[in-house]
């Protein structure tokens, strides 16, 4: 079924993305009889102008009164500080969040761990496990979702049996377990909530990447035999999350040339994280980053041309 005749409900729209930039889903969010609107995630840094001009599209002279953020990697709240000088609107995070950006903790929030670019942005209130957030005439079940982050929350609609899934539940997996990445287990906490979004009368889901769907049970077959080939080769996990990583960056930059590439690699702490927990493969982390780089260039995931690395 196509997601635009899915039953998701009454004033929301999804506005799907590309992969750096998460998906954006606004929902109508009328006050005492004046318009206006929330935004669950709010895409990437880069694509910062591009959401705030889809949302001025999609808002028309209605207000944008509020962002919600599922997580604060920064595919999903890199858009909150333009959006924030484009609206006076207020910004609801995790609360297991909360500390780490009234002190813009970037080790706390994975960006220096990653070198990922995210605007620095503030936040007037938090969104807990277990309480239910109202968001105009509809009512959303905050729902803890650890696994891909430890912070990460999803929200549930009961009465129309929608559910915004953000990365725990893709169409065809789930993101990159990052605890795992960086020596924690997370992979329990995966099946934890695949479980528990089972368990939940669903007629769609709304990922945080690519197309919302209806076909949940298909969804939790295919990720769950992700997760058990994770689970029986963790090392296949740590090399996935790599090419991950690596691909996001030059998502970011677009283009960058092959020497700063090489140099950004080695500074990366996750990346030499994963090499450690490998074992030191290739005997160095330069010999072992650059045969990472040229698996994705032989895949045709990047392009080189000449001394430059592409995105593809």
């Known amino acids: 079924m196509p997601a635009t005749d899915l039953p998701l409900g009454p004033g929301l729209r999804v506005l799907e993305r590309g992969w750096l930039s998460s998906n954006n889903i606004l929902l109508d969010d009328d006050r005492g009889g004046e318009r206006g609107a929330t935004l669950i995630d709010t895409g990437h840094c880069v694509h910062a102008a ?22 604060l990697h920064s595919d999903h709240c890199g858009g909150n500080a333009a959006l924030q000088r484009a609206w006076p609107l207020q910004t609801l995070i995790p609360a297991g969040s909360w500390r780490a950006v009234q002190h813009w903790d970037e080790g706390a929030l994975s960006y220096a761990a990653t070198r990922q670019r995210c605007d620095r942005f503030t936040a007037q209130g938090c969104i807990t496990p277990g309480e239910v957030l109202r968001i105009g005439a509809r009512e959303w079940q ?20 929608v559910l915004i899934s953000a990365d725990a539940l893709w169409g065809n997996g789930f993101g990159v377990v990052f605890p795992e990445l960086d020596g924690e287990p997370g992979f329990d906490d ?34 769950r035999e992700r997760l058990a080939a994770f689970k029986a080769d963790p090392a296949r996990h740590l090399r996935h999350g790599v090419k991950v990583l690596l691909k996001y960056h030059l998502m970011e930059e677009r283009q960058q040339p092959l020497a700063e590439l090489r140099e950004w690699m080695r500074g990366v702490p996750l990346l030499r994280s994963v090499w450690l927990a490998l074992a030191r493969p290739d005997g160095s982390l330069t010999a072992w980053s650059e045969r990472v780089l040229q698996d994705l260039l032989a895949g045709g995931v990047l392009q080189l041309r000449g001394d430059v690395v592409f995105d593809v």
């Open 50 to 71: 591009q959401t705030v001009a889809l949302l001025r599209r999609a808002l028309g002279a209605r207000p944008l009164r509020r962002i919600v953020n599922t997580h």
């Open 142 to 161: 905050v729902l803890a979702a650890p696994g891909h982050d430890p912070e990460s929350v999803m929200l549930f609609d009961a009465e129309h049996r």
């Open 190 to 223: 995966v099946g934890r909530v695949l479980d528990l979004i089972e368990s939940l009368p669903l007629r769609c889901v709304i990922p945080g990447h690519g197309p919302a769907f209806g076909d949940v049970a298909a969804a939790l077959r295919r990720a």
